[in-house]
C-alpha cells in the first residue's frame, strides 16, 4: 500500500491515477511543483522535478526514510536509495540506480543527495556493528 499524502499535493503514484494520460500526468507533475513535491513515484520508479533552488536534507530526512519500505513515507530519492540499499544487503550483491534526464534537470544533484543518504546510513550501520562486536566481547 502507498503512502497516501493529502489531496492537495496530488497523487504520489502515478499508478495509483484512475484516468491516466498525457495531461493528467502532467496536470499532476505540475500540482506537486506548485505544492513543493518535487518528487513523484511510478511504481519503484521516482520522477523529479528540478525546483532550482537548493534542497537541504537533514540527519531527520534520513531517519523518515531509513529502514522503512519504499511505500512507507512520500516519494523521495531517498526512498529509492534506500531500497537500493536494503536490495544490497539482502543480495551481497552491488546496487544501482539509473538517473536519466536532459542536461540541466538535477541528475548530478539527485546523485549527490543519494550518496549522501548511503553514506549516512552505511556510517550508521558499521557504528551499530562495532557497537555490538565491543558488547559480545564479555
Known amino acids: 500500500m502507498s503512502f497516501l499524502e493529502a489531496p492537495e499535493f496530488g497523487q504520489g503514484d502515478f499508478i495509483l491515477i484512475e484516468e491516466l494520460n498525457e495531461g ?29 533552488k537548493p534542497l537541504i536534507y537533514g540527519d531527520d530526512k534520513v531517519a523518515d526514510y531509513r529502514s522503512r519500505a519504499m511505500y512507507k513515507r512520500p516519494p523521495h530519492v531517498f526512498a529509492l536509495a534506500e531500497a537500493a540499499y536494503q536490495a544490497m544487503l539482502r543480495r551481497s550483491q552491488d546496487s544501482c540506480i539509473a538517473i536519466s534526464g536532459e542536461s540541466g534537470t538535477g541528475k548530478t544533484e539527485a546523485s549527490k543527495i543519494i550518496m549522501r543518504y548511503i553514506s549516512k546510513v552505511t556510517i550508521e550501520r558499521v557504528h551499530q556493528d562495532e557497537v555490538e562486536r565491543v558488547k559480545n566481547l564479555q
Not at 499532476?28 to 513543493?36: A, D, P, Q, T
Request: net charge neutral; no cysteine; charged share 30%.
Open 24 to 52: 493528467s500526468f502532467l496536470d499532476n507533475l505540475k500540482l506537486r511543483f506548485e505544492k513543493e513535491r518535487v518528487y513523484t513515484n511510478i511504481g519503484e520508479t521516482v520522477v523529479s522535478i528540478n525546483p532550482y
